[in-house]
């Protein structure tokens, strides 16, 4: 089955700064990559997602990149501000009605104002 | 709206009891899913139904036992509750976006205690 690795666990940053979080699946066949934001104590809420047959989307100050030959992917946030403090989780499955998320263990994104 | 509800919010019940934890989405969804998210922020699927029909089950020990009376329901019954059952459970329903993903939307979770 499908392994997600995500890294860092943890990312602490100035407000302003930018940060990525990175990463990796194993299953050739996945081919949609959602990035979750997960507040404490709320549910998971999707910000961003690839598909593989895209190698980068942009959306205000977030961004995902894909690199299908080498089976990463990356979530890149500028202009940090506080509120984007939250754990993030990348997944990856394939894009079907019926399939599953795999997700990384998550990266708990810290900006210092 | 709420697009992806769950009840109760917070469940505390000791180790043997069973219990349900209930799920509706108004969204029109033909995917339901079960997550489980544990201590460590981990979260991993455990049922997947499709059109009512159970699609996937991961490797989920048999005292889960997921129950959808129709496509906007998927209740999640446990049976012979141990301290490990302790977790957080996310319902979610999924469609084709826009973009072409299909996205999943989450419930509120279920923050559940076994003492």
């Known amino acids: 089955g499908e392994n997600v690795e995500q890294h860092p666990s943890t990312l602490s940053v100035q407000e302003g700064d930018s940060a990525v979080i990175k990463c990796t699946y194993s299953?050739?066949?996945?081919?949609?990559f959602p990035w979750y934001k997960q507040e404490l104590g709320k549910r998971p809420q999707l910000i961003i997602d690839?598909?593989?047959?895209?190698g980068e989307k942009k959306d205000q100050r977030i961004a995902v990149t894909l690199n299908k030959t080498a089976k990463h992917f990356s979530l890149h946030i500028t202009e940090t501000q506080p509120e984007d403090s939250a754990v993030y989780f990348c997944?990856?499955?394939?894009?079907?009605?019926?399939?599953?998320?795999?997700f990384g263990k998550g990266t708990m994104l810290l900006v210092s104002p | 709206d709420t697009a992806v509800s769950q009840t109760p919010k917070y469940l505390v019940t000791q180790m043997g009891n069973d219990k349900s934890i209930k799920c509706e989405q108004n969204l029109g969804h033909d995917t339901m899913y079960w997550y489980k998210q544990d201590s460590k922020k981990f979260l991993k699927i455990m049922f997947s139904?499709?059109?009512?029909?159970?699609?996937i089950n991961e490797t989920v020990p048999n005292r889960f036992s997921p129950k959808s009376p129709d496509k906007a329901h998927l209740n999640l019954h446990i049976n012979s509750l141990e301290l490990g059952d302790s977790a957080v459970y996310f319902c979610?329903?999924?469609?084709?976006?826009?973009?072409?993903?299909?996205?999943?939307?989450f419930g509120p979770g279920t923050r559940l205690t076994v003492t």
């Open positions: 139904y499709n059109n009512k029909e159970l699609i």
């Open positions: 690839i598909r593989s047959n895209v």
């Open positions: 299953d050739s066949a996945s081919n949609y």
């Open positions: 979610a329903s999924s469609h084709l976006s826009s973009s072409g993903g299909y996205e999943q939307y």
């Open positions: 997944a990856a499955s394939l894009n079907s009605g019926y399939s599953t998320l795999t």
